[in-house]
């Protein structure tokens, strides 16, 4: 049997990878919204849909960073709402491990989890921004050095409360103290499904330790292959096998009954992704200068960047060394053939894209599953609500003739639909 695709749905409307100029683009806060995209990521038969988090607005030269953020109602709220109107389809939220206290979480994603009939999932993620942490009690306290110490040590906590089966707790830890019995008994799956996408090697550890998924970053066959291969091989000395783990990359797609419409398709969505504006904002996130008299048109800076500089407060999406980026940056434009800082963005910042008629995207997406460079993909489609309908009824049908899609859910909870065991105390 050919190995089986896993496909989620991360519902877009926090960056700029969603295209709001698009006639087709509708509200990112009416619950309509999220109810039309899950009901169609469950009627493709995804695994399950994933919430992003964003704990602060970002600021640009001391305003909003508008070209990139919007808003978006709680978490728990859409989740346990959705929970409501779907009856498979796996509920992911991003919950921060850095800011938030064991016993609320666990009791909040048990809520979940029992209100779902077992299909909640935590994207556990870290912070040590000490921007964000100013909404906080705790404040960004947190050295990067000891954030996956206290995700380990809020994952123990709550895993403790999940199993405890109405017995008491004394849990005791540098980071949590916690006396008492957990309110909620065991939940259908015995715990949420965990989900982690951190990158470095601490968070492969954590990784390859704790995770049941892994929200991937590398989008490339060989960089998936590479990654593929090194979290699942740190999986045996936690002894766990290889197959506890579904690794799941961002990418996007872009349809056309042609592979040339296709092609066409795609560099208008990444286009509209990077207008002018945002291409010189990206840019001044780099180099920490006001660059707004350049045309985002003509060619990078012959300035370099000012190292010191923090020209945006909040997530950023490079390497800390803006002097290394810079001269990647300039190297790749070169090599290119002269990219202009708009086209140099639309390079650096594109996802792993699926672009062909139908029958060739799921084709690639086969290949790519069959050759282990990932288990499946996590669709970040640039319209919202309506960014999944053409690939549900398009693509989902074609990878169902290859043989590697299922054709119905064989259970009703996510842990199902991962093929991943019951947890035990």
């Given at each position: 049997?050919?190995?089986?695709?896993h496909?989620?749905?991360?519902?877009?409307?926090?960056?700029?990878?969603?295209?709001?100029?698009?006639?087709?683009?509708?509200?990112?806060?009416?619950?309509?919204?999220?109810?039309?995209?899950?009901?169609?990521?469950?009627?493709?038969?995804?695994?399950?849909l994933?919430?992003?988090?964003?704990?602060?607005?970002?600021?640009?030269?001391?305003?909003?960073?508008?070209?990139?953020?919007?808003?978006?109602?709680?978490?728990?709220?859409?989740?346990n709402?959705?929970?409501?109107?779907?009856t498979?389809?796996?509920?992911?939220?991003?919950?921060?491990?850095?800011?938030?206290?064991?016993w609320?979480?666990?009791?909040?994603?048990?809520?979940?989890?029992?209100?779902?009939?077992?299909?909640?999932?935590?994207?556990?993620?870290?912070?040590?921004?000490?921007?964000?942490?100013?909404?906080?009690?705790?404040?960004?306290?947190?050295?990067?050095?000891?954030?996956?110490?206290?995700?380990?040590q809020?994952?123990?906590?709550?895993?403790?409360?999940?199993?405890?089966?109405?017995?008491?707790?004394?849990?005791h830890?540098?980071?949590?103290?916690?006396?008492?019995?957990?309110?909620?008994?065991?939940?259908?799956?015995?715990?949420?499904?965990?989900?982690?996408?951190?990158?470095?090697?601490?968070?492969?550890?954590?990784?390859?330790?704790?995770?049941d998924?892994?929200?991937?970053?590398?989008?490339?066959?060989?960089?998936?292959?590479?990654?593929?291969?090194?979290?699942?091989?740190?999986?045996?000395?936690?002894?766990?096998?290889?197959?506890?783990?579904?690794?799941?990359?961002?990418?996007?797609?872009?349809?056309?009954?042609?592979?040339?419409?296709?092609?066409?398709?795609?560099?208008?969505?990444?286009?509209?992704?990077?207008?002018?504006?945002?291409?010189?904002?990206?840019?001044?996130?780099?180099?920490?200068?006001?660059?707004?008299?350049?045309?985002?048109?003509?060619?990078?800076?012959?300035?370099?960047?000012?190292?010191?500089?923090?020209?945006?407060?909040?997530?950023?999406?490079?390497?800390?060394?803006?002097?290394?980026?810079?001269?990647?940056?300039?190297?790749?434009?070169?090599?290119?053939?002269?990219?202009?800082?708009?086209?140099?963005i639309?390079?650096?910042?594109?996802?792993?894209?699926?672009?062909?008629?139908?029958?060739?995207?799921?084709?690639?997406?086969?290949?790519y599953?069959?050759?282990?460079?990932?288990?499946?993909?996590?669709?970040?489609?640039?319209?919202?609500?309506?960014?999944?309908?053409?690939?549900?009824?398009?693509?989902?049908?074609?990878?169902?003739?290859?043989?590697?899609?299922?054709?119905?859910?064989?259970?009703?909870?996510?842990?199902?639909?991962?093929?991943?065991?019951?947890?035990?105390?």
């Amino acid at each position: 049997m050919k190995k089986q695709i896993h496909l989620a749905a991360h519902f877009p409307g926090v960056n700029n990878t969603t295209v709001w100029s698009d006639p087709a683009a509708g509200s990112q806060t009416d619950f309509s919204s999220f109810v039309a995209f899950a009901q169609n990521a469950e009627r493709g038969l995804f695994d399950f849909l994933f919430l992003a988090e964003g704990l602060r607005l970002r600021e640009h030269q001391g305003r909003i960073h508008d070209l990139d953020v919007v808003g978006r109602p709680d978490t728990f709220t859409v989740l346990n709402a959705l929970a409501a109107v779907t009856t498979h389809l796996g509920l992911g939220g991003t919950i921060n491990t850095t800011f938030n206290e064991p016993w609320e979480l666990a009791r909040q994603f048990a809520s979940l989890d029992h209100l779902s009939g077992g299909r909640a999932a935590w994207n556990l993620v870290t912070s040590s921004d000490a921007f964000t942490g100013e909404n906080f009690r705790r404040g960004g306290f947190l050295a990067p050095e000891q954030r996956y110490d206290r995700a380990q040590q809020m994952l123990d906590a709550a895993r403790e409360l999940w199993l405890s089966d109405g017995r008491a707790i004394d849990h005791h830890g540098d980071q949590f103290d916690m006396a008492g019995r957990f309110p909620l008994p065991p939940t259908p799956q015995g715990h949420p499904v965990l989900i982690q996408s951190g990158d470095s090697d601490a968070g492969r550890e954590f990784g390859a330790k704790t995770a049941d998924a892994i929200f991937s970053r590398h989008g490339s066959l060989e960089s998936g292959q590479e990654f593929y291969r090194d979290l699942k091989g740190r999986m045996a000395k936690y002894g766990r096998e290889r197959s506890e783990i579904t690794i799941l990359p961002a990418t996007t797609f872009a349809l056309g009954e042609t592979e040339a419409e296709a092609q066409e398709n795609g560099h208008r969505i990444r286009t509209a992704q990077v207008g002018p504006q945002t291409a010189i904002a990206f840019l001044e996130q780099v180099w920490g200068r006001d660059l707004s008299a350049y045309d985002p048109d003509g060619p990078l800076p012959d300035v370099d960047p000012d190292p010191g500089a923090e020209i945006t407060r909040g997530r950023v999406r490079h390497d800390k060394d803006p002097l290394a980026v810079a001269q990647r940056w300039r190297e790749l434009a070169e090599a290119k053939g002269g990219l202009s800082i708009r086209e140099l963005i639309i390079e650096t910042t594109a996802r792993q894209s699926f672009v062909g008629t139908p029958k060739q995207v799921a084709k690639q997406m086969d290949d790519y599953v069959q050759a282990d460079a990932s288990d499946g993909f996590i669709l970040v489609p640039h319209l919202t609500p309506g960014g999944l309908d053409e690939f549900v009824e398009k693509v989902v049908p074609e990878l169902q003739d290859l043989g590697s899609y299922r054709t119905e859910y064989t259970g009703p909870t996510l842990r199902d639909h991962l093929g991943l065991t019951h947890p035990r105390p």
